[in-house]
């Protein structure tokens, strides 16, 4: 199973909290821009995958579904990257899953779009990341992983919410600091200004990801 697949966009509730005295106090807010969210083109993955390369295709591993081109060990994926560039349309970019499918030293390549270069969601729009426990209920047993909770800004929770809501069924790339971590599917529009993203992560993994999503975060 691949550990880039195994992900879930999950909504959770925001807490409110009341200030002493009834009156809000004014405090200085950090976000991060570390986070951009990509909208996944599975119509040209299935283009590209319908036409690849003779040289290409013979370092293919495992095929391509979605919006994913195929897998590739990690030795091979720069000199496929060399040979599809040329055939990428304007507005839609490659990466590079960096999580390797489990037990494997083979990557994903998946097609995201980007008009004008840009992410479908990204800026300043990150609040808080944390690092959490997640449990997950397998054949009558509770097997508990760490996970990533992003808190998005009021402005963030809008964008977050409308962009879940236009790709229902289909694939969001979460790229941090230019690395792609995951694409999972979106199911349904999710609220809340909350994002987990949960996987076969190490704590240690987790922990070092949420440092760097808040590492660039900046005063406003």
């Known amino acids: 199973m691949s550990r880039v697949a195994v992900i879930a966009l999950t909504s959770m509730l925001a807490v409110m909290t009341a200030c002493a005295g009834g009156k809000r106090a004014e405090e200085s807010k950090k976000v991060s821009s570390a986070v951009e969210l990509y909208e996944c083109d599975e119509v040209v993955a299935e283009g ?10 013979a370092l293919i591993v495992e095929p391509g579904y979605a919006e994913v081109v195929g897998s590739a060990v990690d030795s091979d994926t720069a000199a496929i990257s060399r040979q599809l560039e040329p055939m990428v ?7 590079w899953g960096v999580l390797p499918m489990s037990y494997s030293n083979v990557f994903s390549l998946h097609v995201l779009s980007a008009p004008d270069g840009k992410p479908a969601m990204g800026g300043p729009v990150v609040a808080d990341a944390k690092s959490s426990p997640y449990k997950e209920h397998k054949f009558k047993t509770v097997i508990e992983t760490p996970q990533i909770v992003v808190t998005f800004t009021p402005e963030g929770a809008e964008q977050f919410g409308s962009l879940t809501e236009r790709n229902r069924s289909k694939g969001i790339a979460i790229v941090v600091n230019g690395r792609l971590l995951s694409a999972p599917r979106v199911m349904e529009r999710i609220d809340g200004g909350k994002m987990a993203i949960t996987g076969t992560f190490t704590q240690e993994e987790t922990e070092a990801i949420v440092d760097e999503i808040m590492a660039s975060a900046e005063t406003l």
Do not use: F, T
Not at 89 to 95: A, D, F, R, T
């Open 89 to 95: 349309p304007e507005g839609v970019i490659l990466k």
């Open 48 to 57: 590209l995958r319908s036409q690849l390369p003779d040289e290409v295709r």
